[in-house]
């Protein structure tokens, strides 16, 4: 076995390329439908573009003169200078002789806002627009969005027709929601952050998730990223670029739309459990992208990454003037993982030093109803002075009335003199307490629920962990006879027909093997004859089970019998599970093996995800406890070590009262063996290793049954 680069410089994505120049860094603009309401949806975005940006802005409307005391031109073409991006805003019956008059024009980028094209079944209209853009190299956002704004001074663009102005910051925003688009200004500053460009992506068209961070990912004035999501432009060409831009910038995002609308039919455990919430989940894992359940969490996390520095570790202090707050962020941090260490003998004795008797100091720190900022001060400047601890939540309850700014006055002058730790506080009044303009150095995020900052917190820890755990390796196995396999799937699928289907027993075991997957000794029989010859030639015990295509779970029908012994026991065993079914046509007879942890290792195929390999407790369990994790394909070592630690009886593998742990290292090597199959015979569609007996450390594995579904590599291909 050798290792090959990292997945993350193997794989292929979005090249950070410029394209969305003209859209997000225009020189001259027209507003095609440009209202003369200042009212109406156009008449808003003409002026907010007119209001922000310095270049040409030239309105298109063939009832009006003037807008605004601007010169009103028939149509783009009639406009005298070059035009670089163009927002589009008119019935959506127009807009293709609009973009059509663009290309003419030679406009570079295009903001549609007009609706009424895939979002309410028109997606032959919206085909239209995207092969006409297409075939003159621009680029399109939307249609059916709000637009874009830049809030960089150097080209300050508000392109919306929200009625918030955009506070500029380090963080760009996505967003694939209209209505979210209009009020995230407001959100944001609300939330005391502020924001360098917006994309509303609308319809996703042309323009997408993958083609933003493209750009935000050399983008100077961009620090962190937020997405609102409700569709994935690409998922295999989101996860590298992804992965590459969060080792340095985070992506904090909310993918709505987590449940699935109905259960599809499914011929494996694998693909039973894959869920597009599943599959999901493995993007956001392997990328490291910050997912978040709810928008005011979304808002809550951005904020913090947006204005201060990732944890360095999960150690986190709490300081607060009433026990009530304290508990409830202790509760919260417990559960997703972090630590609230009792204070050192030393820091204590500090601590002590200038506060009453009646304070608590071994962590949480609980002031007891003190309204005092020098208190507060001498705790925070103690607490963020030490190496024993990697966060802060100062939490605030008033007392009396006008006294939260002098808390916060203390709490701001002392971060500022300290060295720079994680800070949050918990003010639970807000009233009185003074804005201050936005810079993100200075900014520390409040929050007025205790949970609400406990939960930014753990989210923004685990992604530090995520940032301190080393790129994951993928690795090239020597032992593989790749043209093997690939003759066999060849053969199979000239038998099979272009759909595709199962392979035979035999075949699935010959594909393995020519992966070096380690299988428990079988033959078929077809005989009760030959199934005793098989048994006597394998030795020991063995395990007889139907060959059906109808048997998709041999178990449940009573096709598989166990731990047999001698000619009498297998020759009845094989006639019962020969007659389990109406279509047997045989038995494997496969050597016994009677210990060790039962394991499922899957592949299933997802139209959007493209691949997904699965790994949980294996069996007739496998479906009931749904203890499964998955992750895209490609495998890299660090994605199998976590997916063997992640499951909910990740314990039982390291043993568990009476019984033994298992060997970890080998079940890493048989995932990362299915990547490999993977990348050899991408027409694999659905897997089944399952069980899997995975033996004692130092013993390995032994897969001891499989399935196998191909289909052509017209199908299999992305």
């Known amino acids: 076995m050798k290792e090959s ?342 820091l204590q004795a500090e601590l002590r030093r200038s506060l009453r008797r009646e304070a608590s100091v071994r962590n949480p720190i609980d002031l007891v109803a003190s309204v005092d900022p020098e208190e507060y001060r001498h705790c925070l400047q103690q607490v963020l002075r030490r190496e024993e601890i990697d966060a802060v939540i100062v939490a605030f309850v008033p007392r009396t009335s006008g006294s939260s700014p002098a808390i916060l006055q203390a709490i701001r002058e002392t971060a500022s003199l300290e060295p720079p730790k994680t800070l949050l506080t918990v003010f639970m009044q807000t009233d009185g307490l003074a804005d201050e303009p936005l810079q993100p150095s200075r900014v520390i995020p409040n929050y007025t629920c205790p949970e609400a900052a406990a939960g930014a917190l753990a989210r923004v820890t685990h992604y530090g962990q995520w940032l301190r755990t080393p790129l994951g390796r993928r690795r090239e196995f020597c032992d593989t006879e790749p043209g093997v396999a690939r003759k066999i799937v060849e053969e199979a699928i000239c038998r099979l027909g272009a759909d595709g289907g199962w392979l035979d027993v035999a075949e699935s075991y010959r594909v393995l093997a020519a992966f070096g997957f380690p299988l428990a000794d079988w033959t078929v029989a077809h005989t009760a004859e030959e199934a005793t010859t098989a048994a006597r030639h394998l030795g020991g015990r063995v395990a007889v089970k139907v060959i059906s295509p109808s048997a998709l779970h041999k178990s449940d029908v009573g096709g598989v019998e166990t731990n047999l012994w001698g000619d009498d026991a297998v020759r009845d065993a094989f006639r019962r599970v020969t007659t389990s079914v109406t279509d047997a046509h045989g038995a494997l007879i496969q050597h016994y093996v009677p210990d060790g942890h039962e394991i499922l290792i899957g592949i299933t195929h997802d139209p959007q995800f493209g691949h997904l390999i699965a790994f949980g407790l294996g069996g007739v369990q496998a479906e009931f406890t749904g203890d499964v994790t998955l992750r895209m394909h490609p495998l890299t070592d660090r994605d199998a070590a976590e997916m063997i630690g992640e499951i909910r009886s990740a314990r039982l593998l390291d043993g568990y009262r009476n019984l033994p742990p298992a060997d970890k290292p080998a079940l890493e090597e048989l995932l990362l063996r299915v990547s490999a199959l993977l990348d050899a015979l991408p027409e694999v569609r659905e897997l089944d290793l399952n069980p899997i007996k995975a033996l004692s450390p130092g013993e390995g594995a032994v897969v001891v049954d499989c399935r196998v579904r191909i289909g052509p590599p017209r199908l299999a291909s992305r």
Request: charged fraction near 20%; hydrophobic fraction near 45%.
């Open 5 to 346: 680069p990292s997945a993350a410089d193997r794989l292929p994505g979005v090249s950070p390329d410029r394209t969305l120049e003209p859209i997000l860094r225009p020189r001259s603009v027209a507003v095609i439908g440009a209202g003369r309401d200042a009212e109406s949806m156009s008449g808003r975005l003409f002026r907010n573009v007119l209001a922000t940006f310095a270049g040409s802005v030239y309105p298109v409307n063939p009832k009006a003169s003037s807008i605004e005391s601007q010169k009103c031109y028939p149509s783009v073409l009639a406009v005298p200078d070059e035009v670089d991006l163009a927002f589009i805003a008119v019935p959506s019956a127009h807009v293709l002789s609009a973009v059509r008059d663009c290309a003419r024009k030679g406009v570079r980028g295009l903001v549609v806002i007009s609706a009424g094209f895939a979002e309410i079944g028109q997606e032959v209209d919206q085909q239209k627009l995207l092969d006409e853009i297409r075939s003159h190299g621009m680029r399109m956002v939307g249609p059916n969005c709000v637009g874009v704004a830049n809030a960089d001074q150097a080209v300050k663009l508000n392109g919306t027709f929200s009625p918030f102005g955009v506070p500029p910051g380090n963080v760009a925003v996505c967003t694939q929601s209209g209505a979210l688009g209009v009020v995230i200004p407001d959100y944001v500053r609300r939330s005391r952050f502020g924001v360098s460009s917006l994309i509303s992506v609308g319809n996703k068209a042309d323009v997408g998730e993958n083609d933003c961070l493209a750009f935000w990912e050399s983008d100077p004035t961009t620090d962190v990223i937020m997405l609102y999501l409700e569709s994935f432009q690409d998922p295999a060409a989101l996860l590298p670029i992804a992965r590459r831009i969060s080792r340095r910038k985070p992506i904090v995002v909310l993918k709505a739309g987590r449940t699935a609308a109905g259960k599809r039919a499914a011929g494996s455990h694998t693909a039973a459990l894959a869920s597009p919430q599943a599959a999901a989940e493995a993007l956001f894992r392997q990328s490291g992208m910050i997912r978040v359940d709810s928008l005011q969490e979304l808002f809550d996390v951005t904020a913090l990454v947006a204005s201060q520095p990732v944890p360095s570790g999960r150690r986190v202090a709490v300081l607060t003037n009433a026990g009530g707050p304290g508990v409830l962020c202790a509760d919260v941090l417990e559960a997703h993982g972090l630590l609230l260490p009792e204070f050192s003998a030393e």
